[in-house]
């Protein structure tokens, strides 16, 4: 009797063993370790309303009026805006401005100055008509000027959700800004209080007016992460080509398999539209490139046209066929052994404009596909 206690004490401590081995190896995804989608949570995206891709604005007449750009950030509050304090858009770094059925809206992608590359997904909230805002906040901004003529009867209003919204330094000399990442907080300035907000309007007032454009601008402070402390004031102002506003429309497109995809807003805390496909091993391939997929649901969605991914002695070499009636203005890939991009400074996973693809690679692999599209 007392052999057999043992051995049943001995197969009892063998199987909480096993468990705890096994709890131990199954990392959550906030470590971005993933080991298979079945241990993932599902997290509901929001519904998507429209996407713009966003466009550098210039300033109305004067000395700098030729000045294209995004987003300012000098180091003082009073400093002029000049070249080398603006950050504007290129061939490779481009916003996407995402707004949600929940009355929150998302800004992400890169913007550029010289060689210092910005990495942005700022969070807004509390979407607001004109009326309700001015009752709680403070009066929009309402002059006109020369070379704009505001829409006041649609402008909205959101606030920089500061819990969720980042801006990262990432790449080349970015002066006084170093390379960090840094909270995001909406700033208001007593002088000038009908700037408070995000303000997303058709036209904005001080900014160029060579297209009728909707149009957001947003003053906010960078903040220390850990202090909370406010470091320097940023502005941002761009013209929004949206998909619903107008035929000119530009989409976001990812590639698709239903037999290797995963959605990317399943895994809990990432909100990000699109797929990972894999594991996939050496071999050539070709996926459809899908636009307009709401939580990750393809019925409603839009073939843009396909990738076709080429694996082969440990490289990866992707090649996007655009359907001929869009122009491709922007295309991003990840290739990698981690089911999720992930970033060396920040162990965070990476949005489209940071995506590279591994050197070097063997075995299975995951890919991620994005392009922005535009109708020609």
Partial sequence: MKNLCLVVLFIILLLASCEAERLNNSQSIDTFEVISTSQLSIAKSPIIIDECLA???????????????????????????????IFSSSDRNTLLFTEYHDGSARLMGTTKMGSCILSLEIWFKDQMESGEWSGKYADPLTER?????????????????EQKSTIRTIEGDCGFRGLNTYGIVQRKEASSPSHYGSQLNFNNPETDSIFVKKSLSSRAWVMNQSTGELLWPINLDFHLECAVQSNDSCQTAYSFDENI??????????????????????????????????????TDGESLGTVAVSYESGEVLVTYNINKEYEL?????????????????????????????????????????HAVVCLQ
């Avoid at 990432?270 to 939580?295: C, H, I, K, R």
């Avoid at 162990?347 to 075995?363: A, F, M, R, W």
Wanted: proline content about 5%; glycine content about 6%.
């Fill in 55 to 85: 466009s550098d604005v210039k300033l109305c007449p004067g000395t700098f009026a030729n000045l294209a750009y995004n987003l300012w950030w000098p180091e003082n509050i009073n400093d002029s805006i000049i070249p080398n304090n």
């Fill in 145 to 161: 000027s020369d070379c704009k003529d505001i829409r006041f009867d649609i402008q909205r209003f959101y606030l920089i959700d």
């Fill in 261 to 298: 995809a995963s959605c990317l807003s399943s895994f809990e805390g990432l909100d990000q539209l699109g797929w990972v496909l894999g594991p996939l091993n050496e071999g050539d391939y070709s996926f459809d490139m899908f636009a307009n997929t709401a939580n990750c649901d393809i």
């Fill in 329 to 369: 203005m922007e295309s991003n890939t990840y290739a990698g052994k981690n089911m999720l991009p992930l970033s060396k400074s920040t162990n965070t996973v990476q949005i489209p404009g940071e995506y590279s693809i591994t050197k070097d690679l063997h075995g299975e692999i995951y890919i991620i596909t």
